[in-house]
Every structure is written in structure tokens, then in C-alpha cells.
């Protein structure tokens, strides 16, 4: 195993690390959300509890699936699962949900909450948290994918996308 070798391998638990950790702030935020509107119903738009449930599912997808490729990757980083195109198909979906998801909730919140001079939202801190961490996880889930396409411009064994990552 060379140095670069050694360099992806710890760069791909670090960033596929952050991205599963914040997704499962994210999901215990929206999921909490969730509940509170399914039992208070006390949403000022019908839309609210539709994008903060879509985005309970984009957290569920990205834990589910990001800890999958990480334990694909740390048992075995070569092979059709765990190849660039393999990366690139699971985090392509992935960017566009979160770009959805997270559109979605800044465009409810009309950007963001001031929690001291509104009183429209109920849980706005909770709103916010959940606008920010889904941003912060797009930003990640960007991130992985430029080094993604990065490794695989520069592999000099480069086979089509099948090769490991």
C-alpha cells in the first residue's frame, strides 16, 4: 500500500465519518420535528412537516448508505462497490436530495429564523438546527464528491469508473 493509498483511505473514513455523524444529528432533529408535528399539529403551513419529513429521509438514506460504503471501503476498497463509480452514483444522489431537502427548509424559513422576533414558527431553534445541518452535510457531501472525481482523474489505472477508489 503507497503513501497516497494510506492518504484516501483515511481521508474517505474522515469524510464519510463527518458526513454519517451529522447525518445522524440530522435525522434525530427531523424525526423529533416530526413527532411534535404529528402530535401537536401545530405547523403554519401544510408544507412544513412535508420538508422536514423529506428531509428525515435524506437523513435516513445517508446514514443507511454512507455507512455502508464506509464499511464497504474499510473491509474491502477494491471492487465494483466500492469503486469511483460506485461513489459518485450514491453521492450524485445524494447531493441532489440534500440540495432539495435543504432549499426546501431555507425556503420555508425565508432563509433563516431571528427565534427572538418571530413568532410564527413554533421550535424555532429546532428549524435552524435543522436548516444549518443540512447545509453543513451538502457542503460535505459536495466536498466528497470533487475528491471523488479528483482520485479518479488522477489514477493512472483509470478502467472506465470501476476501478477502487
Not at 454519517?20 to 434525530?28: P, Q, T
Amino acid at each position: 500500500m503507497t503513501a497516497g493509498d494510506t492518504t484516501v483511505r483515511l481521508g474517505h473514513r474522515i469524510t464519510f465519518g463527518a458526513i454519517v455523524i451529522f447525518s445522524i444529528i440530522e435525522l434525530c432533529l427531523a424525526a423529533w420535528l416530526t413527532a411534535q408535528y404529528a402530535v401537536h399539529h401545530n405547523y403554519t403551513r401544510i408544507s412544513v412537516p412535508d420538508r422536514v419529513r423529506f428531509v428525515l429521509f435524506c437523513a435516513t438514506w445517508t446514514v443507511s448508505f454512507g455507512s455502508m460504503m464506509m464499511i464497504l471501503f474499510y473491509h474491502s476498497a477494491t471492487g465494483v462497490l466500492t469503486s469511483i463509480g460506485a461513489h459518485l452514483l450514491f453521492l450524485g444522489l445524494t447531493w441532489i436530495m440534500w440540495t432539495a431537502g435543504a432549499a426546501a427548509i431555507t425556503q420555508m424559513l425565508g432563509g433563516g429564523l431571528n427565534c427572538k422576533t418571530q413568532d410564527v414558527f413554533v421550535y424555532c431553534t429546532h428549524l435552524n438546527a435543522l436548516e444549518g445541518f443540512a447545509w453543513l452535510i451538502w457542503i460535505l457531501v459536495t466536498f466528497a464528491i470533487i475528491a471523488v472525481l479528483i482520485r479518479g482523474i488522477t489514477r493512472k489505472d483509470y478502467a472506465g469508473g470501476l476501478v477502487s477508489v
